[in-house]
């Protein structure tokens, strides 16, 4: 198992520039999720990862070693594809067995091997089943088992769960990180999908536009998103933004925005002109005398909670409120926003201001 | 009110179906079926007007096929020996003697060598080359791949001329390796194409799984592309050995000797007083057999091949 480390990684397809210089480290034994919207670099950045297109500069550096020019049959790591990629012509037995062939395993212990890697997977029944007849459950188990049977330095992981059906995908996504946690197998998982990665991740690298956004453990860029970017891209239904023109002086514990004033995390750091102010919407109360006033536009039930859409000063805000409190459409309420957990954008670069709150948080 | 199934073919259409696709069979066989009966037919019955359709079935046609005849004095034919063999004794019948092998043996045998030769050849470059168009980065592809496709733009024997020239100065003319590179040159365009849309449609996904699992770029596209360009390899063989077998322009032009292949030969056998049509006929039918029998084997892959693309498992 390895650490790997990423140093200003760039990748050029022309005159698209596909990743601009990510840097992030990968501890050994980390569940590490590359999170981001199609065509932000993050498949781009795992194929790097592991060897299938060469960076144009930087370093990838797997156990302190620089592998960014080597081919992948030299990098010694396994990678589960999208599609599955299992070899139509062979075998269950000899699509586990392919990458113990090629080493010049042995043929017993190729046998030892892959009845073990069948055991722990659950497939020994379809072993001498041809591939194209599996389900799409199978088929992932077996492009697992042929990943896991060599023993690699990590595992690369391109949207393994995209294939499958939702209802499959949750059972596939327990399994995966219970398999994670029996082999401690450093593994980098690429996902569009915020919840999965919030789920299954030790750490989550947020991509965008081939730049990396943020980077830190899911609660960290939940509750302290670097930019209007994760803060929009990640939870559902995202933040809330209010934008306003002001000041935001380093110290201060207030935020002036026009037609209220809020309580903030203390400022560190100052900026003027666009801002904006981000709340969660489970940190949306209504309280009659709050400053902030919003007309209730709509509810949506969802069991145990409700969404409540109003209409502000500063624009729409999103509360997640108990489905119990009663929101009328039509109805003026007073907002309260949970002071502790707002974070204050510049609304020119998107990027957090520093405050008490997300102090030490990583910044892509 | 009955109800009509849109996928299912009623009872009728099937029938109509069947007799036309029977009808169109038997028009496309019947030159097939002429050709095959007339090498069974002896000499009069094979020019007799209106032709016969029942004859009385004689191997003359074969015998005279491969081998040559020449006609002896009465008073020595009466002293001869009894014929030994059974084509001894049908030569007999015409009043003449086996007087050695033809050289049809040799001219098959060519085509044989030429033919899958060639088609080998065209294989083993086009698949090369395809999978190097369809992966890599290859400065000027569209240009090149256009100018592969260009060869094919005119009918090769317009070159015909420039070829003869060439092959003389070269001294390719008459050689098996003259002829296998020609029909290569010919068939690589085809080959280069047909492959090149074969291996675009297998996922390259194989290929990198295979790398991660530390093959290196060669071994991936001999274990894993190959195999699954099986069909289309197949089919493309079958098309380039189509050609290579049945050309006869060049053939003609090109070779005399050593390197003539059958197409060329069969039509000059002579027989007494004139054109041997059973024994053409039987040429005709026994150089069939190898493409025949080249295209049942592979006719599975064949009929995938054709509809590859059209139909996604």
Not at chain 1, 151 to 162: C, I, T, V, Y
Not at chain 2, 39 to 62: A, C, M, R, T
Not at chain 2, 132 to 158: E, G, H, N, Q, Y
Not at chain 2, 194 to 212: H, N, T, W
Request: hydrophobic share 45%.
């Amino acid at each position: 198992m390895a650490e790997i480390v990423i140093r200003n990684l760039r990748k050029e397809f022309g005159a698209f520039t596909a990743v601009k210089g990510s840097s992030f480290t990968i501890r050994d034994g980390e569940f590490f999720m590359l999170l981001g919207p199609s065509g932000c670099g993050k498949t781009t950045t795992l194929r790097m990862i592991a060897g299938l297109e060469l960076p144009t500069s930087g370093q990838i550096l797997i156990d302190g070693e620089d592998v960014s020019q080597r081919p992948a049959s030299q990098r010694d790591i396994a990678m589960v594809f999208q599609m599955f990629a299992l070899y139509p012509h062979l075998n269950v037995r000899k699509n586990i067995s392919y990458p113990l062939v090629s080493q010049g395993v042995p043929r017993a212990q190729i046998a030892a091997k892959v009845a073990e890697v069948a055991r722990i997977l659950g497939i020994e029944s379809i072993l001498d089943k041809p591939v194209g007849g599996l389900s799409g459950g199978d088929r992932q188990r077996v492009a697992l088992g042929r990943a896991i049977v060599r023993n690699p330095k990590a595992f690369m992981m391109d949207e393994p769960l995209g294939a499958l059906d939702a209802e499959f995908r949750e059972r596939m996504a327990e399994e995966l990180r219970a398999l994670h946690d029996r082999m401690g197998a450093t593994t980098v998982y690429v996902t569009h999908d915020q919840l999965e990665a919030m789920q299954m991740g030790d750490k989550i690298v947020v991509m965008n536009h081939g730049v990396v956004e943020q980077f830190g453990t899911p609660q960290d860029i939940y509750d302290h998103p670097a930019t209007l970017f994760v803060a929009d891209f990640i939870g559902s239904p995202a933040m809330n933004f209010l934008r306003f023109d002001g000041v935001a002086e380093a110290g201060a514990t207030r935020l002036d925005l026009g037609s209220f004033a809020a309580a903030v995390p203390e400022l560190q750091e100052s900026a003027r002109g666009a801002l904006v102010l981000g709340v969660r919407p489970e940190h949306v109360s209504f309280r009659d005398d709050a400053a902030c006033r919003g007309r209730v536009e709509a509810a949506e039930y969802l069991g145990t909670t409700q969404i409540v859409t109003l209409s502000t000063a500063h624009g729409p805000v999103k509360a997640r409120i108990p489905s119990g409190q009663v929101a009328r459409p039509g109805e003026t309420v007073g907002l309260d926003f949970d002071a502790r957990t707002l974070s204050v954008f510049d609304g020119g670069s998107g990027r957090a201001l520093r405050t008490a709150a997300n102090a030490g948080v990583h910044h892509g | 009110m009955t109800a009509y199934s849109v996928t299912e073919p009623t009872g009728r259409s099937k029938l109509v179906a069947g007799l036309l696709v029977t009808l169109y069979a038997v028009i496309t066989l019947l030159p097939l079926l002429w050709i095959i009966s007339t090498g069974f037919k002896s000499g009069p019955d094979s020019i007799s007007y209106p032709p016969k359709v029942v004859f009385e079935p004689s191997l003359e046609g074969y015998v005279n096929l491969f081998t040559t005849r020449t006609r002896v004095a009465a008073e020595e034919f009466q002293n001869l020996p009894p014929p030994e063999t059974w084509y001894d004794a049908i030569v007999r019948e015409s009043g003449m003697v086996i007087a050695g092998p033809s050289r049809f043996g040799e001219r098959f045998l060519n085509s044989v060598i030429i033919g899958f030769g060639s088609t080998f050849l065209s294989i083993f470059l086009g698949t090369l080359a395809a999978y190097a168009f369809s992966r890599f980065k290859v400065p000027l592809k569209d240009d090149l791949l256009f100018f592969i496709l260009s060869t094919r733009m005119m009918p090769p024997i317009a070159v015909a001329i420039p070829i003869y020239l060439m092959y003389r100065e070269l001294g390719l003319s008459d050689t098996h390796l003259g002829m296998i590179l020609l029909y290569t040159a010919v068939n690589i365009s085809l080959a280069v194409w047909l492959l090149k849309g074969f291996i675009d449609e297998i996922p390259r996904e194989y290929e990198e799984a295979a790398l991660i699992d530390g093959y290196t770029r060669f071994q991936a596209f001999r274990k894993v592309v190959l195999p699954q360009a099986a069909t289309g390899i197949a089919s493309t063989a079958i098309f380039c050995l189509i050609f290579a077998w049945n050309e006869y322009a060049f053939a003609v032009l090109l070779t005399s000797g050593t390197a003539q292949t059958a197409p060329p030969f069969i039509p000059t056998i002579i027989g007494v007083g004139g054109q041997d049509w059973p024994a053409v006929a039987a040429g005709a039918t026994i150089f069939l057999l190898p493409v025949m029998i080249f295209t049942i084997l592979l006719r599975k892959h064949l009929l995938r091949g054709i509809t590859f693309g059209a139909v996604r498992k």
